[in-house]
């Protein structure tokens, strides 16, 4: 089987140049997503991989300091990627980083023998719609398109909630996208609600995520003093329920339990205000995935207390689940749509969505006994690592492709 993966992660060589050049903070979780996909299709047996990405770099000159982004050609496990060069000027951007894109798409597919080549697109972009089309043009090679959709566009710009001419173009752009989209021969789905997006019927599977188990382990840290750590990490926005967390934590009396809390958004004054106030709760802004990974090490008990206000939860998956339970640690998380029912027999879930639901929840695991936590959250590592990890999930893709 000969596959093209296009998408837009990072390549290493200029993943600090971009982070310096950039005015703001790059999508580092949908680069860390595409590199297990990656990793995945790299530790697959009888396909033939060639590798395009576009980086998600920001325009010249308000959000990047640079004119160009330049391209680059290297070899990852073995796996040549070429890495799409492009003028990042606002309005030279799209046409140029398309052309270039769709030039390498027919460098690699005539680089493969068979006449059939099925690209892999993850996350729907129009400018790697478009450069596939205008590829399809130059080459005699037939293609098949899978699309991965790890969000629908529409429901993320709704969470925004402002209206203004960029919001109305973005919404207009982003029709075109699931239109787009809608044209796959497969398509992978975080959840089986996405459908609801697509304008007519396609092949397709829901994969809720995938674990690049190889860059995990489990090695434990002493708790602070003997303490009990409850952590959080992540974006810190209302709408996701950080403060529901903290509200919960100042409900629980006891002395040796601190809360931690990592991350940057909208409640980041609330939550050093509740820091002020208890010395219990601490908070350390945003750190890398090293130094979270390092408080996870520490942590007793890790929560993620999204909850299912929101249009969106139905049609996304918390990735935090997955990272959450391969830590393993206790976890707790509130019922979600999104989620699918087998991970419920490795958490623990509040009665409902209320603040005093989960302070009730946390000590309850707080008491416990620490060999049957212990023994439920290897087990929760365990069902990642065996049943979710990139090199099967990658294998449910192909999968999906050998059916066209």
């Known amino acids: 089987m000969d596959v093209i993966f296009l998408g837009k992660f990072f390549p290493n060589c200029l993943l600090e140049t971009i982070k310096e050049d950039s005015r703001g903070k790059i ?129 993320v710009l709704k969470m925004n909630n402002r209206f203004s001419i960029k919001s109305f173009l973005l919404a207009r752009r982003n029709r075109k996208i699931m239109d787009e989209t809608s044209n796959s021969d497969g398509l992978v789905l975080l959840t089986e609600a996405m459908m609801d997006f697509i304008n007519k019927p396609v092949k397709h599977i829901v994969l809720e995520g995938l674990a690049d188990i190889d860059t995990m382990d489990i090695e434990d840290v002493e708790s602070v003093d003997g303490k009990q750590i409850i952590l959080y990490t992540g974006t810190l926005r209302k709408v996701f329920g950080v403060m529901n967390l903290v509200n919960a934590f100042q409900l629980i009396p006891e002395p040796d339990v601190e809360l931690w809390i990592c991350g940057s958004g909208d409640s980041k004054e609330a939550i050093e ?15 890398d995935s090293r130094k979270a990974l390092e408080l996870q090490r520490q942590a007793t008990i890790l929560v993620n207390p999204r909850t299912s206000e929101g249009e969106y939860t139905k049609y996304s998956f918390p990735s935090k689940t997955m990272e959450y339970l391969l830590a393993a640690k206790s976890v707790i998380i509130n019922s979600l749509p999104g989620i699918p029912n087998e991970y419920y ?40 690592v065996e049943k979710k990890n990139s090199k099967i999930q990658v294998a449910r893709i192909l999968e999906l492709i050998k059916s066209y």
Not at 75 to 94: A, T
Not at 273 to 287: E, P, T
């Open 27 to 155: 999508g580092m979780s949908n680069h860390n997503f595409e590199m297990s996909i990656l990793n995945g299709l790299c530790k697959q047996e009888d396909i033939h991989l060639r590798c395009i990405t576009l980086p998600g770099v920001f325009s010249f000159p308000h959000n990047n300091k640079k004119f160009f982004t330049k391209g680059e050609s290297y070899d990852y496990q073995s796996i040549h990627i070429d890495s799409v060069e492009f003028c990042n000027l606002v309005g030279l951007k799209d046409y140029w980083s398309t052309k270039n894109c769709a030039r390498l798409i027919v460098e690699a597919a005539e680089s493969f023998s068979g006449s059939t080549v099925h690209v892999i697109i993850n996350t729907p972009d129009l400018r790697l719609f478009n450069a596939l089309s205008i590829a399809k043009k130059q080459t005699k090679k037939c293609f098949t398109q899978t699309v991965i959709v790890p969000d629908i566009p529409s429901v």
């Open 273 to 287: 205000n509740a820091a002020s106030k208890d010395s219990r709760i601490k908070f350390f802004g945003l750190v």
């Open 345 to 384: 027999d490795y958490v623990y879930t509040p009665k409902n969505e209320s603040v005093k639901a989960l302070a009730d929840c946390i000590s309850y695991v707080l008491h416990l006994d620490n060999t049957y936590k212990k023994k439920r959250a290897f087990a929760g590592r365990q069902f990642i």
